[in-house]
């Protein structure tokens, strides 16, 4: 089972941005984001399969998910944050339908999880 370890989360100002990483134990083409709010269920935020990315509209144009060349490094950039954007931030990978746009309705289906980081924005 491969191994994700998610850092970078922190308590900013509204406006303000963070870079989240996701260090992976092995080379992972099939990875992405999804973050959880207290009270509330685990939504999909970003997802990067080959070429190809995918966001949450939520967070469209304003948060950019890359990998390091070697494939073992995930980071979400976010800019311009919400209050509604605090939550814990998780990091997943492969899984049932993983490539796909759905995969990020479907946080069940996710292969392997980290145990994620916390952003907290105020207003």
């Known amino acids: 089972q491969v191994q994700l370890v998610e850092s970078g989360g922190s308590s900013v100002q509204a406006g303000g941005s963070l870079r989240l990483s996701c260090a992976a134990s092995?080379?992972?083409?099939?990875v992405g984001w999804f973050r959880q709010a207290p009270g509330k269920e685990r939504e999909g935020v970003a997802h990067t399969y080959l070429s190809r990315t995918y966001y949450a509209d939520s967070v469209k144009g304003r948060f950019t998910i890359s990998q390091t060349n070697a494939k073992k490094t995930l980071y979400l950039e976010m800019n311009s944050l919400k209050p509604e954007d605090t939550a814990m931030y998780y990091c997943?990978?492969?899984?049932?339908?993983?490539?796909?746009?759905?995969?990020?309705?479907?946080?069940?289906?996710?292969?392997?999880w980290g145990q994620g980081t916390q952003v907290t924005v105020s207003s």
């Open positions: 997943a990978a492969g899984g049932v339908g993983c490539g796909r746009e759905s995969w990020l309705m479907y946080p069940a289906n996710v292969g392997a």
């Open positions: 092995a080379s992972l083409y099939c």
